[in-house]
Structures are given as structure tokens and as C-alpha cells.
């Protein structure tokens, strides 16, 4: 079969899935990305058979025809259904009569206004309800928001939201042991909380040091690796509120980010927004317990609450400051065995599979 897979930029997940995935099938492929590297690393290298799209949004829709056109497609993946460039691959399916698969990681989220939740029911079910689409949901949260949006439920399929479990344990298996590594960065017999991401306003980085600040124990760290347009505010806070143990790492990019997973004793994610959250999986298949807000899109599957770590509702401190306290009485190593167990239903062989069983009965109608 051939299969067109359009991505919105160069990113190491997708490249993930293309040497893990789609180069393990026997299906011939094309790959289009909407943009060049936009915020992913710059050093990633896009597969030879692959176009990236350039000029105003009218130019690459015209181009993303073209490319079609000249592929001729009998299936598409398509990430993502808001943009102007999906919006024209879903339309040249339709009008082509090849399915097409729209892949998402976005949780189902209704909107509260009841105007805003109907509109944007209407123009969704518009867009998604037809016997050509089909829906790759990231989890099963990302399943929900599918079928309330018009795909039928036997035209879903779950293509489990994954990293590379071997990229990781190779870089794991180069480090020195935890405590070593602690030693080396003056954190020994302290319990080592961990947060990687942007420093943004939804990722609530805020609420996780206001927290930490609220259990006071000295015998606990916080590393916190990213950076972002509220990075100097959090400084100056952890700053004014005199907080020890406190560590700023900035942007720290894989392979070395692993050693911070490794020195780590648990994982916290406090985002008021996030569609999955793929560090949690890399946390996780270091063997790492978690703690996540209820608005992290893969806590549903892959957070078991006191098994591998522990839930706080969004935005609420006081849940996370439980969470925390928790923790530090927790036996965080028999959590982080969990995490492994887990995590294991979630790499690339398990996407392979559902992934062939996805085409296979897609194939077949």
C-alpha cells in the first residue's frame, strides 16, 4: 500500500516512528512536513523520501496538493485537524475517495461555554464524520475525543503514544549508578524530584515551587530542567522565598537529559494543559514514579494512583503538596519497577503491531 504520512515538523517522535514503524512495514511511503524545525532539535535528519513545505500557508497548501497528486496515495496519516494544511489533505481525500487516518494526541476537552462546546461539536463532526476517516488516537483519552467528535468507535484505533525504549537503556546503561550520580551533584540521601519541560504559563511550574516550598524538608530536592518566557520569574521567586535545594538546569536535550532521569527519584508533571506528555513515558522507562496533574493527557493510562505514583487534581496545591508528602514516605524504587511494567505495554513494538492491525482492517473495507 502506499501511504502518505503528513507530519507538522521534524521531531524526534516522528522520526522515532518512522525507523521503528513505518520502515519495519511493507508499505512504500512519502512524508510531507507542514514546516521546517520550528522548536525541536535542530540536528534531527528527515528520511531522503520526504518534502518540507515552504512559503504563506496558501503556497504549501498548493504544494501538499501537488505532492498528492504525484504520489497517489492509497492512504493517508495525517497529524493533527485544525491546521489549513490538514484541512486541504482531508479535503483531497475526500474528494479522491482514499481513507485517511487522522493521528492526534489531544485529550477529549469540551469546552465550558455551552455555545463554544456546540459550535465546535459542529464544525469537528463536520470534519471527522465520514466513512473515509478513521481516528490513530494517542491513548485512550485521545480515543474519547475521537468518537464525541464524530469518528465511530470501530474506526478508532489506539497508536499507543511511545519513545524508544532501546535509545533509552543504551544511554541508562553508559551512566554510573543513582546514588553515584547524586554524589557527583552534591544530592546525596536526598529524594530527587524531577520536572522537564518548557517553563511556560500551562506547564504550572508556579504551583509545583510553591509545593515543594510547602513540605519543607530538607532532606528533598527539585530539579528543574527547561526554560521558557517564565523562566526568569520562577528564579526570582525560588529566589525571594529563600528556597534550598532548588536547581535550575536550563534546556538539557537528549542523550544527556537521561542522566537526570537516572539521578532522579521521581518524576512531577504539573501542567493545567498537556495533550500526553512523552516525558512522562522517558521518566517512566527509566524506571521512574510519577506525579501528574489531572490535566496530563496520558495519566488516564499511564498513572496507576499509590501503584507507580500519584494523581493531584489541576491546578490544586494543596493536592500536590499531599502528593509530595506522599512520596517522600513512599518506597519510590518498588513505584519506579511499576512504572517499568507499565511502560512496556507503551513502546514501538506495541505501536507496530496496532499499527498493522489498524491497516489490515482498514485494507480490507
Given at each position: ?12 517522535y ?13 508499505h512504500?511511503?512519502k ?28 503556497e ?84 474519547e ?77 527539585l530539579l ?77 493510562d ?11 487534581e ?31 505495554g ?20
Amino acid at each position: 500500500m502506499k501511504i502518505c504520512v503528513l507530519f507538522v515538523e521534524p521531531m524526534r517522535y516522528g522520526l522515532e516512528l518512522i525507523e521503528d514503524v513505518y520502515k519495519k512495514t511493507e508499505h512504500e511511503f512519502k512524508y510531507i512536513y507542514i514546516q521546517d524545525h520550528e522548536v525541536s532539535d535542530k540536528e534531527l535528519k528527515v528520511p531522503e523520501n520526504s518534502i518540507i513545505l515552504n512559503g504563506n500557508s496558501i503556497e504549501k497548501c498548493n504544494r501538499l496538493v501537488n505532492e498528492l497528486i504525484s504520489f497517489n496515495p492509497e492512504f493517508m496519516i495525517i497529524n493533527g485537524y485544525v491546521g489549513r494544511e490538514q484541512e486541504s489533505a482531508i479535503r483531497y481525500c475526500k474528494k479522491n475517495r482514499i481513507p485517511y487516518a487522522i493521528e492526534s494526541d489531544t485529550p477529549l476537552r469540551i469546552p465550558s461555554n455551552p455555545l463554544k462546546a456546540a459550535i465546535k461539536k459542529i464544525l469537528l463532526n463536520k470534519r471527522l464524520n465520514n466513512k473515509l476517516c478513521y481516528g490513530f488516537a494517542g491513548g485512550t483519552p485521545q480515543k474519547e475525543n475521537f468518537i464525541y467528535y464524530g469518528i465511530s468507535e470501530d474506526r478508532c484505533f489506539i497508536m499507543p503514544m511511545s519513545v524508544s525504549k532501546k535509545r533509552f537503556e543504551e544511554e541508562v546503561n553508559k551512566l554510573p549508578a543513582k546514588e553515584e550520580l547524586k554524589k557527583d551533584n552534591n544530592l546525596t540521601d536526598k529524594k530527587v524530584f524531577l520536572y522537564a519541560g518548557r517553563l511556560a504559563e500551562e506547564k504550572n511550574v508556579e504551583l509545583l515551587l510553591k509545593a515543594f516550598k510547602k513540605i519543607e524538608a530538607k532532606d528533598a530536592a527539585l530539579l528543574i530542567l527547561g526554560a521558557g518566557a517564565e523562566n526568569a520569574d520562577l528564579i526570582a521567586y525560588v529566589s525571594k522565598n529563600q528556597m534550598q535545594n532548588v536547581y535550575f538546569k536550563g534546556h538539557v536535550f537528549f542523550p544527556e537529559i537521561v542522566k537526570y532521569y537516572k539521578m532522579a527519584d521521581c518524576f512531577v508533571l504539573p501542567s493545567k494543559a498537556e495533550p500526553w506528555g512523552l516525558v512522562v513515558n522517558e521518566a517512566m522507562s527509566v524506571g521512574l514514579p510519577v506525579i501528574l496533574s489531572s490535566a496530563v493527557g496520558c495519566a488516564k493510562d499511564l498513572l496507576k494512583d499509590n501503584k507507580n505514583g500519584f494523581f493531584f487534581e489541576s491546578e490544586n496545591e494543596e493536592d500536590l503538596v499531599k502528593c509530595f508528602k506522599s512520596a517522600m514516605a513512599a518506597d519510590l524504587h518498588q513505584m519506579g519497577e511499576e512504572s517499568k511494567r507499565i511502560i512496556e505495554g507503551w513502546g514501538m513494538d506495541n505501536y507496530l503491531k496496532a499499527f498493522n492491525e489498524a491497516i489490515e482492517v482498514i485494507s480490507r473495507r
